[in-house]
């Protein structure tokens, strides 16, 4: 039986306490063997919660730890590369949240540093190892739907915390940097090709100065992805591929339920109201978190790729960091090439 890696959790964050740690205590290669906050008494109690071995009041002692293989980092987007950093250079393996750097450079400097230190070092799009994602790219590239020439991606949530550091632009917030790095990434994955151009039309909240509503247009070279994303709306999700004999509809892309299985809807279109046209696949459950760092531990222990890995990262700054530019000056924006 192949050993877990024993991972380290870098700090109590919320994705980390509802998402990340629960799939990750279902796993078959990866052990939570400790956690680290800024508070030891935060650190103490989310170990209680999970049944973590070790608590530790600094980020540094985790990353001390020589019992440590590899680090969850779930922190605020502007720690992101910092910290990820900083464990590479323990020699520790990191998975690091998404979106992984605000800034084409700040990407660059995180490859760099995998390279420099010979450690894997991945960005956490869990969604990207789902399996409703890999059937839709399966039934696309199969020809199910014909030519895929349009991607279509609506995703909200309604937050007007001012204490939520989504709304701090200072911490790198708002929904492009947080939910609209998901489109862009699934987009490409599916197309399997990088935007020529893209361009972004960007709303700032007055008080929060962070972008609340935020459309895009990404230009592959076989099509084109539109997408809409709001910290500010009803909290829907749904992403759509469309071709030129057909249609897949994944109903819940991103916080795929653990508790249910998902469906991806196909439909040739030949019906507008539904009925025999539309078939309906439902994939067994599952946790995506549980899958992505049982595929990250497996990558450490058979030293193969990881899923999304920091060439992948650095494209899909390099796109973000474009429509950003796009909003700015009111132009399509090239994004940098890797």
């Not at 001390?64 to 987007?77: F, K, R, V």
């Not at 709304?167 to 939910?179: C, F, K, P, Y």
Request: glycine share 6%; with cysteine.
């Amino acid at each position: 039986m192949t050993k877990k890696v024993k991972w380290g959790i870098l700090s109590a964050a919320s994705i980390a306490r509802r998402r990340a740690v629960p799939g990750m205590l279902q796993c078959e290669l990866a052990e939570v063997a400790a956690v680290a906050s800024r508070s030891l008494e935060k650190a103490h109690q989310f170990a209680r919660e999970f049944s973590i071995p070790k608590a530790y009041g600094s980020y540094e002692e985790l990353l001390n730890d020589p019992e440590i293989e590899a680090i969850y980092n779930p922190l605020p987007n502007h720690l992101h590369v910092e910290w990820s950093i900083r464990a590479a250079s323990r020699g520790k393996h990191v998975l690091c949240e998404k979106p992984v750097a605000r800034t084409v450079a700040e990407a660059r400097r995180l490859l760099k540093a995998r390279d420099e230190y010979r450690v894997k070092v991945g960005e956490a799009f869990m969604v990207r190892s789902h399996p409703q994602w890999l059937r839709t790219r399966e039934l696309v590239r199969g020809g199910r739907i014909g030519n895929l020439r349009s991607a279509v991606c609506l995703f909200s949530y309604f937050n007007v915390n001012p204490e939520n550091v989504r709304n701090s632009a200072e911490l790198a917030g708002g929904a492009l940097m947080d939910i609209g790095c998901y489109p862009v990434r699934m987009s490409r994955f599916i197309f399997g090709e990088e935007p020529v151009r893209v361009l972004a039309c960007l709303e700032l909240d007055p008080s929060f100065k962070t972008d609340r509503l935020t459309s895009a247009i990404l230009e592959f070279p076989t099509g084109q992805c539109i997408f809409t994303v709001s910290t500010q709306l009803v909290y829907y999700q749904r992403m759509q591929f469309l071709g030129t004999e057909g249609r897949v509809d994944i109903e819940i892309p991103f916080n795929a339920p653990t508790d249910k299985p998902c469906r991806i809807f196909i439909d040739d279109g030949k019906d507008l109201y539904g009925g025999a046209s539309q078939v309906t696949e439902s994939l067994p459950i599952c946790n995506q978190f549980t899958i992505q760092a049982d595929l990250f531990s497996k990558a450490i222990r058979q030293n193969q790729e990881v899923p999304n890995s920091m060439e992948d990262a650095v494209c899909n700054t390099a796109v973000i960091e474009a429509l950003f530019r796009s909003a700015q000056s009111g132009k399509w924006e090239k994004p940098e090439r890797l």
